[in-house]
Antibody, heavy 122, light 108 residues
Framework: EVQLVESGGVVVQPGGSLRLSCAAS????????MHWVRQVSGKGLEWLAA????????YYADSVKGRFTISRDNNDNSLALQMNSLGPEDSALYYC???????????????WGQGTLVTVSS | EVVLTQSPATLSLSPGERATLSCRAS??????LAWYQQKPGQPPRLLIY???NRATGIPPRFSGSGSGTDFTLTISSLEPEDSAVYYC??????????FGGGTKVEIK
C-alpha cells in the first residue's frame, strides 16, 4: 500500500523559511515523479511543484517560482520542499502526491499524503 | 494558461439520485482531464483520469465523459458516502497544473 507522510509544518514568521518533507513507502519511489500541492483552509487546491523520477527536471507554479525548491532523495525515499520568503498567503495544508506515470511525469496525481500544516504568522 | 470552471458550486441530491458535475476548460485540453474527490478532513482521491478512465478501486457508479473544453463527472446513483467536494484538473498544458474551483455534493 502506498504511504506518503508529510512533516515539517509549523508556525513560522513572515519572511522566514521552512523545509517540508514527505516520506514515501509501499512503492518503488524512484519509478515516479512527485508533486507538492497546497490547500488553504476551506478553499481549493493549488499545485505548486513537481519533480521527475530522477530529480533531473523540476516544474513550478509562478506563485512559488524562485521562492520554493522541490527536491528528492531516492536513496532515502523522500521528497522535500524548501520554502523561503514566506508570507501569510503561504499558510495552507501542504500535500505531497505521487504521479501515476512510470518513469514519466503524467501530471495525474494518483496518491496523496494527509498533509502538513504551515502557518505563517507573527 | 488553462482555466477550469466547475458548475454548479453546490449540488444537493437524495441517495439513489444521479449527480451530474460539469467542468469547462478555457481552451482545448483534448481528453487530458482528471477528477478528484475530497471528503472533509481527508486528502483528495483520484477518481477519473484522461476524461473517462476510472482509477484503481473506484466504483463503477462514477463515470467521466467529454473532450475538448466540456467534461462531465456522473455519479449514477448517489450513496451517502459520496458527500464530498469534487475537483477537476487538466494536464494538457502545463505547468502550471490548474484545478477547478470544485463542486460540493451534499446528500439530503
Amino acid at each position: 500500500e502506498v504511504q506518503l507522510v508529510e512533516s515539517g509544518g509549523v508556525v513560522v514568521q513572515p519572511g522566514g523559511s521552512l523545509r517540508l518533507s514527505c516520506a514515501a513507502s509501499g512503492f518503488t519511489f524512484d519509478d515516479n515523479a512527485m508533486h507538492w500541492v497546497r490547500q488553504v483552509s476551506g478553499k481549493g487546491l493549488e499545485w505548486l511543484a513537481a519533480i521527475s523520477w530522477d530529480g533531473g527536471t523540476t516544474y513550478y507554479a509562478d506563485s512559488v517560482k524562485g521562492r520554493f525548491t522541490i527536491s528528492r532523495d531516492n536513496n532515502d525515499n523522500s521528497l522535500a520542499l524548501q520554502m523561503n520568503s514566506l508570507g501569510p498567503e503561504d499558510s495552507a495544508l501542504y500535500y505531497c502526491a505521487k504521479d501515476k506515470g512510470y518513469l514519466v511525469a503524467t501530471m495525474i496525481l494518483e496518491s496523496w499524503g494527509q498533509g502538513t500544516l504551515v502557518t505563517v504568522s507573527s | 494558461e488553462v482555466v477550469l470552471t466547475q458548475s454548479p458550486a453546490t449540488l444537493s441530491l437524495s441517495p439513489g439520485e444521479r449527480a451530474t458535475l460539469s467542468c469547462r476548460a478555457s481552451q482545448n485540453v483534448k481528453t487530458y482531464l482528471a477528477w478528484y474527490q475530497q471528503k472533509p478532513g481527508q486528502p483528495p482521491r483520484l477518481l477519473i483520469y484522461d476524461a473517462s478512465n476510472r482509477a484503481t478501486g473506484i466504483p463503477p457508479r462514477f463515470s467521466g465523459s467529454g473532450s475538448g473544453t466540456d467534461f462531465t463527472l456522473t455519479i449514477s446513483s448517489l450513496e451517502p458516502e459520496d458527500s464530498a467536494v469534487y475537483y477537476c484538473q487538466q494536464r494538457s498544458d502545463w505547468p502550471p497544473l490548474p484545478f477547478g474551483g470544485g463542486t460540493k455534493v451534499e446528500i439530503k
